[in-house]
């Protein structure tokens, strides 16, 4: 018998892994140093331990320390790459591109620089959550300075084709930025080969502490530019003012590594874990899977249960297993998930789908309850008839 409550809702939040947490501790007390205090020995040792985490961010994505901006989570870096660019090119252009199913943070922050003056094209997508690369390609025009899109779904985790986003966005000149929350310590993510000028990450989503976060800003081939959303000290670069966040920052770095060293074990061990959940439940009657089983991230599994309600659904085995209807960012809404919408889902079936999304303490004892307790939930709300 697995400990209760099951948590299966690691795309919302994870936990902090315990060396992780080990790393922090010292930086609330005994190392409590502001980074930017150069003239003594507390200062000294916070600025290198915050060094030497931008070392490990960089390490695990492929990119110069010097290009990594420590934020205070995904959101943020959402905001000061979209904003940042807007006011940095206005001088070129005010035409972005980005996708319907992106993350709230970036298209609440879209929807904010369209009243500023921008144009932005939203694209749509297929049964799969997949874009069209020729109706993105046909998008670009002159005044185009932005391409933002994610590297991987948080509700689906249907991985955008990222090289070939980048070699188009390359081969126009136009800037490329990613929210690659969701994928960055899961999945290979290299910033160079993908051709990506910009990337969003955040600490909580890999184990680490939640409140911080980091943007890579590439420095070379193009240097990208950022007007900063922020103004005070000119700490990091000059883009992102304020004291850093030793703790969580030094947490973020011990995370990063722990991620890149255990990257590819851990992504076939909840890989096998997610087909054999996904499999077991596929065998119940009208159910499928929502997004791209053939590009999609490890931990990730989003099912639609048919003639069933899906309220009824959740309430039936949520007590006892932590899983999402929709996104953390989402969940408050009464409406159907408008990823899983414009994937063509309709509302009754979209309202019937749940996330389920693994992590590194998820175990097979996890799985097997899981599998008994949805089977048992979807079977007896069928026999009732409960199906409105």
Same mark, same amino acid.
């Not at 919302?12 to 992780?20: I, S």
């Not at 993105?136 to 025009?141: H, V």
């Not at 590194?360 to 899981?370: G, H």
């Given at each position: 018998? *697995?400990?209760? *409550? ?8 994870? *936990? ?9 501790l ?6 409590? #140093? ?71 943070? +970036?298209?609440?922050?879209c929807?904010?620089?369209e ?12 049964? !799969? #959550? ?16 932005? =391409?933002?899109?994610?590297? $991987?779904?948080?509700?689906?985790g ?16 136009? =800037? ?12 290979p ?5 993908? @051709?990506?000028?910009?990337? $969003? ?18 420095? !070379?081939? *193009? !240097?990208?530019? &950022? ?8 700490? @990091? ?11 969580g ?6 995370a990063?590594?722990c991620?890149?060293? @255990? ?33 999609? &991230? ?13 309220k ?23 409406a159907?998930?408008?990823?899983l919408?414009?994937?063509? &889902? ?24 899981? =599998?008994?307790? +949805? ?14």
């Open positions: 018998m *697995p400990q209760l *409550p099951i948590y299966l809702d690691n795309n919302a939040t994870t *936990p902090v892994d315990p060396g992780v947490l080990e790393a922090m010292p930086y609330f007390r005994e190392q409590f #140093g502001n980074a930017a205090s150069r003239q003594h020995a507390f200062g000294w040792t916070a600025n290198e331990s915050v060094e030497i985490a931008r070392e490990q961010v960089a390490k695990l994505i492929g990119a110069d320390p010097a290009e990594i901006i420590f934020t205070a989570g995904a959101t943020e870096s959402d905001n000061l790459a979209l904003k940042g660019v807007f006011e940095s090119y206005a001088g070129k252009g005010n035409h972005l591109i980005t996708c319907v199913t992106e993350h709230k943070a +970036v298209l609440d922050t929807a904010h620089l009243k500023l003056g921008a144009e932005i094209t939203y694209l749509g997508v297929d049964h !799969r #959550g997949q874009i069209d690369l020729a109706a993105l390609e046909a998008a670009i025009r002159p005044t185009t300075i932005l =391409i933002a899109l994610m590297y $991987a779904n948080n509700e689906t249907t991985i955008f084709p990222v090289q070939a986003i980048g070699a188009i966005a390359k081969k126009h000149g136009v =800037i490329f930025f990613s929210d690659a929350t969701q994928a960055v310590g899961k999945i993510v290299q910033v160079l080969p993908d @051709e990506i000028d910009l990337l $969003a990450l955040s600490a909580h989503k890999i184990y680490g502490p939640k409140g911080v976060g980091a943007l890579y800003v590439r420095r !070379r081939n *193009p !240097r990208v530019k &950022l007007i900063a959303q922020m103004d005070g000290g000119g700490q @990091e670069r000059g883009m992102r003012s304020g004291t850093l966040n030793v703790p920052i030094v947490g973020l770095g011990k990063a590594d991620c890149r060293l @255990e990257l590819e074990a851990e992504g076939q061990r909840l890989r096998k874990l997610r087909d054999r959940l996904e499999q077991s439940l596929l065998a119940l009657d009208d159910v499928m899977v929502n997004g791209d089983t053939s590009d999609r &991230l490890p931990q990730v599994s989003n099912l639609s249960f048919g003639q069933v309600e899906g009824s659904l959740l309430l039936g085995f949520t007590k006892n297993i932590a899983v999402a209807a929709g996104s953390a960012c989402t969940s408050a809404s009464l159907p998930s408008y990823v919408k414009a994937m063509g &889902l309709s509302d009754e079936r979209a309202h019937a789908s749940i996330r389920f999304s693994l992590g590194r303490f998820t175990t097979e004892e996890d799985i097997d309850y899981t =599998i008994q307790a +949805v089977t048992e939930t979807v079977n007896n709300l069928r026999s009732l008839n409960l199906f409105v």
